[in-house]
């Protein structure tokens, strides 16, 4: 089994800046991209960052030049910073990971963690 636990989110003014953690843990043999995902109330859950496991991360246009996502291979680990934050910023940010669980087996299954609550005060 795989789990991903989130950890960091809060509250925070307008202009302050949180940093988000997801650390992969179980059964994991490699790992390929990882990212955030977030979800605001009556909207659909959307991209926010996404780390690939080789070349460069992309973002939403919406969090370009404010969020910065990075990764901790030997820790299994993505990290979000969060700069700026907005009002509109506000919502459960989700971490996946794309893994592959068995050294036998090529398949690779997207895992999500549980969601962290970011709120930003205006």
């Known amino acids: 089994q795989v789990q991903l636990v989130e950890s960091g989110g809060g509250l925070v003014q307008t202009g302050g800046s949180l940093r988000l953690s997801c650390a992969a843990s179980?059964?994991?043999?490699?790992?390929?991209?990882m990212g955030w995902y977030r979800q605001a109330p009556g909207k659909q859950r959307e991209l926010v960052a996404a780390a690939p496991s080789g070349g460069s991360p992309n973002y939403a246009d919406s969090v370009k030049g404010r969020f910065s996502i990075s990764r901790d291979n030997a820790k299994n680990t993505v990290y979000l910073q969060m700069n700026s934050l907005k009002p509109e910023d506000a919502a459960v940010y989700y971490c996946n990971a794309d893994i592959r669980s068995g050294v036998w087996s090529a398949s690779i299954f997207r895992y999500w963690g549980q969601g962290t609550q970011v709120t930003v005060s205006s």
């Open positions: 179980g059964s994991i043999f490699s790992i390929n991209a």
